[in-house]
Antibody, heavy 117, light 107 residues
Framework: EVQLLESGGGLVQPGGSLRLFCAASGFTFDDYVMNWVRQAPGKGLEWVSGVAGSGRNTWYPASVTGRFTISRDNSKNTVYLQMNSLRAEDTAIYYC??????????WGRGTMVTVSS | EIVLTQSPGTLSLSSGERATLSCRASQTVSSTYLAWYQQKPGQAPRLIIYGASSRATGVPDRISGSGSGTDFTLTISKLEPEDFAVYYCQHYGDSLWAFGQGTKVEI
């Protein structure tokens, strides 16, 4: 069964850091671009980062560039999201998503990140 | 940067009725990279349409997508109880992904 399982969320103070994990199973991991998408409470979906199958190319929107870093370890079938200088507006559920032809075809259940003092 | 605008924000309908959801892009986009997702409360989004008009696995044929250029439409021909949810359009281009703000289909 194709599956994505996120972990690493929690409560962090403004200005702090957090690292999210996404463990993949059931497919050939390095064949796929992987992305992180977030959803603030009661709000819509926002793309926050992507990484190529090889890990050599990464992409970010302006809202997180310079603060978030996506990476992957294909030997562990895992993608990471390092989040630094966190702000209250980064509070959200963070979803990991497999990407095929620009489309998010498989989603994890998400991990909650709360930025608050 | 492409901006996707969905309308209406909320659609109030009854089971059996037809739902028509709009997604308008700020500039011409490739239909190949236009998708729709369904999200129910407490659940992750689910891909329902890709390539503007192709149904994802398991999606019933009462749900269909159409459009090109800047205007795209998601149609649910006869609403079933399980169709009441929030729907998002999404586009990919130039190594950037973008979502519309969503349309809630409510009873």
């Amino acid at each position: 069964e194709v599956q994505l399982l996120e972990s690493g969320g929690g409560l962090v103070q403004p200005g702090g850091s957090l690292r999210l994990f996404c463990a993949a199973s059931g497919f050939t991991f390095d064949d796929y671009v992987m992305n992180w998408v977030r959803q603030a409470p009661g709000k819509g979906l926002e793309w926050v980062s992507g990484v190529a199958g090889s890990g050599r190319n990464t992409w970010y929107p302006a809202s997180v560039t310079g603060r978030f870093t996506i990476s992957r370890d294909n030997s562990k079938n895992t993608v990471y999201l390092q989040m630094n200088s966190l702000r209250a507006e980064d509070t959200a559920i963070y979803y990991c998503a497999r990407t095929t032809s620009g489309t998010f075809d498989i989603w994890g259940r998400g991990t909650m990140v709360t930025v608050s003092s | 940067e492409i901006v996707l605008t969905q309308s209406p924000g909320t659609l109030s309908l009854s089971s059996g009725e037809r739902a028509t959801l709009s997604c308008r892009a700020s500039q011409t986009v490739s239909s190949t990279y236009l998708a729709w997702y369904q999200q129910k409360p407490g659940q992750a989004p689910r891909l329902i349409i890709y390539g503007a008009s192709s149904r994802a696995t398991g999606v019933p044929d009462r749900i269909s997508g159409s459009g090109s250029g800047t205007d795209f439409t998601l149609t649910i021909s006869k609403l079933e109880p399980e169709d009441f949810a929030v729907y998002y359009c999404q586009h990919y281009g130039d190594s950037l992904w973008a979502f519309g703000q969503g349309t809630k289909v409510e009873i």
